[in-house]
DNA sequence: TTTGAAATTGACGGCTTGTCATTTTTGACA
DNA sequence: TGTCAAAAATGACAAGCCGTCAATTTCAAA
C-alpha cells in the first residue's frame, strides 16, 4: 500500500539489487545479445555470489524477459502521451508512429532486449507469472492503439470494411513498424539497394496503408513533416533515459523459493 | 565447369560433408536456437573428429549464415516463379506475397536462420564472402519485386508520388511481411488480443497499402480468396522441402587454409 | 613406390551456466 | 536484551560448451 515505505532496510537492499541486476544486464545485452549476458560477470560487478543473483532470476532468459517488461512498459508510457495530444484521429494513429521511433532511438537496449525474447528460446525456460506480466503490457499497447481506430471510427474519419477488424489494422502497423526497425539495424543490404532514410520510407508506408483504408484525412506531404518534428520533441522530452526511472514493481517476482532442505545443523557434535 | 564430374571422390566427400553439416545444422537451429547449435553434436552424428568441422566452418555463426544463405537462395527461387504468372500487375506482386506465405510454411528452419542472423552477433564473426553472398541474393530478391512495381508503373497501374521511390515500397512490403511473419510466430498476446486468421490480416495490410498507392486493379474480396488458393498450390507444387535438392555451390567457401606450420616430421630418428 | 601437401584427429585451455550443502544474517518474540 | 527458526548469501562444483593446434594419417601426383 506504502510502496516501499514499509519494507525492512534488507527487503529494500534486494528490490534495490534487482534494479541493479537489471541495469548491468541491459548494456550487456544491447551489446552482444544473450551471449553476452554473464551471470559471472553481473555477480563481480556487484560484489555478490552468483547464487545470489540466481535468488532474483532463475535464468538469463528471465532476465531479458524483465528487460522487456521494461520495454514494453516505457513504449506504453510513450503511447499514452501520443494519444493524449489533440489533433484528428489520424494525426493521433501517427503520433504514435513517432512515439515508436522515439523509443527506438531513446531505448535502443530495451528494444533490443524485445527483438531477443522474440528469437531465442525464452518461452520455454522463463516463469509464467512474468510472461503473464508481458502479455499484458502488450495487451494494453494494443488496446491504446485500438482506441484510436475506433475513435475514427466513432467520429466518421474511417468506415471499416466487412471483414476486416480494429485489431487487423493495429496488427498491420505493428508489423509495418517492428518489421521496418528491425530490418533498418539488422539487413546488411538496405542501403546498397536505395534506402537511405529508412525512417521517412516507413512513415510513408504507414501513411499509404492508412490512405488505404481510407482513413481521413488523407496524407499530405506539406505540413506533415513539420509537424512530425514538433510531436518527436514532445515525446523526447517527456521520455527519460532507461535506468533514470525507479520502475516500482507492485508484486515484485522472487524466484520460487524452493523449499529448502534442512542444513544439518552446524556445530552440531561438539566433542570433537 | 563439369560440375563435381572432375572431382576426386576424397574432393567428393568433402563437398558432401558439407551439405551433411548443414542438413543436421537445421533442425537444431529451428528447435532451439544458435544456443542449440552444438558443434560437438555434428561432429558425434558424422562420426569425425571436431576439428573437420571447423575444416569447413570457422564458427557456429558461419554455419547459421549458410543457411541463411540457403534461405534466400529457395526464396527468391519462390519469387521468380511467383512474378512468372500470368496476370496483372497487381496480382503478381501478391503472388509474391503468397510465396512468403509458402516459403514460411515449407522452410520453417531455413525462414529461423534468416531470423537469426538478423538478432545474434553473428556479422561480427562471420566471413566477408559469404556475408557478400548473403546480400548479392537478398538484392536479388529485392530487385525481382521491384521489377514487378517498374512494370506497374510502366503499364500505368501505378503513378508514383514525388518522393516515394520504388525500393521505398519495396521496403514497405517487406517490412509488413516480415514483421507480421514474426510477431506470428513469436508474439505471446496475438491470440488473446483478436488476430485469429494472420496470415488473412497480412494480406489484407499489404492490399491496404497497396490500395493506398493506388496500385490498380483496387483489392476486391471477391475472387481474390480463390486465386490466392490457386497461386499458392502452384508455388507448393515447385517447393521442395529442405535438404531435398542438392545445393549445387560454383565456389565452395572453405576455412581459409591457414599456412600449416611444418609439423616436427613424425618418426624421423629411426634408432629407438 | 615415393613424397610433400592436404586432411584428420582428439586432447586441451578457457569459458560458460546452474546447483546445492554449508554458513551467515535477520527480525520476531520472549 | 537474548534466542532461534527462517531467509538469504556463499562459492566450490559438475557438466557443458567452443575453438585450437601439434601430431598423425591419408591422399594423389610424379
Redesign the interface.
Known amino acids: 500500500m506504502f510502496g516501499m515505505a514499509r519494507l525492512t532496510p534488507k527487503q529494500r537492499m534486494i528490490r534495490l539489487r534487482e534494479s541493479q541486476i537489471l541495469d548491468l544486464a541491459r548494456p550487456m545485452i544491447a551489446q ?5 549476458l554473464s551471470m559471472d560477470a553481473i555477480a563481480q560487478e556487484l560484489q555478490t555470489a552468483k547464487g545470489t543473483i540466481y535468488n532474483h532470476f532463475p535464468n538469463k532468459e528471465e532476465i531479458v524477459l524483465a528487460l522487456a517488461v521494461q520495454a514494453v512498459d516505457r513504449r506504453l508510457e510513450l503511447f499514452n502521451h501520443a494519444v493524449m495530444m489533440r489533433g484528428t484521429s489520424r494525426q493521433r494513429i501517427a503520433a504514435i508512429g513517432i512515439a515508436c521511433e522515439v523509443y527506438v532511438d531513446v531505448l535502443p537496449d530495451l528494444f533490443r532486449a524485445e ?7 525464452v ?1 520455454g525456460k522463463t516463469t509464467e507469472k512474468r ?1 503473464e506480466i ?2 499484458n503490457c ?2 494494453r499497447c ?2 491504446t492503439v485500438a482506441g484510436v481506430a475506433r475513435d475514427a471510427v466513432a467520429a466518421g474519419d474511417m468506415v471499416l ?5 480494429i ?6 502497423l ?7 526497425m ?2 533498418e539495424t ?5 542501403v ?4 537511405v532514410d ?1 525512417r521517412a ?2 512513415r ?2 504507414c ?7 481510407k482513413w481521413q484525412p488523407l496524407y499530405e ?1 506539406e505540413p506533415y513533416s513539420i509537424w512530425v518534428q514538433q510531436v518527436r520533441t514532445h515525446l523526447l522530452a517527456n521520455c527519460p533515459p532507461a535506468g533514470a526511472v525507479a520502475v516500482e514493481e507492485p508484486d515484485p517476482i522472487r524466484a520460487e523459493t524452493k523449499p529448502r532442505k534442512l542444513a544439518k545443523p552446524a556445530k552440531l557434535g561438539g566433542r570433537e
Open positions: 552482444g545479445g544473450l551471449a553476452a527483438q531477443i525474447i522474440r528469437h531465442e528460446t518461452w510472461k508481458l502479455r502488450e495487451g494494443m488496446h470494411e466487412a471483414a476486416h477488424q485489431e487487423d489494422i493495429v496488427f498491420g505493428w508489423s509495418l513498424v517492428y518489421g521496418g528491425v530490418l539488422t539487413s546488411p543490404s538496405l546498397d539497394v536505395g534506402i529508412s520510407a516507413i510513408r508506408n501513411n499509404s496503408m492508412l490512405d488505404g483504408l506531404p
